[in-house]
């Protein structure tokens, strides 16, 4: 089992930045695939980001590729999400997600089970 909990969310204007964390329990951490996921208001789960276990592979929404980077430190049992250039439509609530032994589509939120709290962005223009 891992326990998850986002941080670094806040009120921020456009332009900004903003890097999200999700720190992780247990002591397999590096074996899990870890996501990002955002839900805005009226709105569905949609898919942000993704990083493989070995941090060798990243996978975007075409959405937000070319400002949200997604990293990992296995050593801290944390996942980052950095967010450049923030715009008003990236207001939300951010969740991070985890899988161990993933398969599937990365995109998916079915494939995860287990999910943080979530921590809130918003963006003012």
């Known amino acids: 089992q891992v326990q998850l909990v986002e941080s670094g969310g806040g009120l921020v204007q456009a332009g900004d930045s903003l890097r999200l964390s999700c720190a992780a329990s247990g002591r397999t951490f590096s074996s899990y695939t870890m996501a990002w996921f955002r839900q805005a208001p009226g709105k569905e789960r949609e898919f942000v980001a993704a990083i493989a276990e070995s941090s060798s592979s990243t996978y975007y929404a075409d959405s937000v590729k070319g400002r949200f980077t997604i990293s990992r430190d296995n050593a801290k049992n944390t996942v980052y999400l950095q967010i450049n250039s923030l715009k008003p439509e990236d207001t939300a609530v951010y969740y991070c997600?985890?899988?161990?032994?993933?398969?599937?589509?990365?995109?998916?939120?079915?494939?995860?089970?287990?999910w943080g709290q979530g921590t809130q962005v918003t963006v003012s223009s």
């Open positions: 997600a985890a899988r161990l032994v993933f398969s599937g589509r990365y995109s998916d939120g079915k494939n995860y089970d287990h």
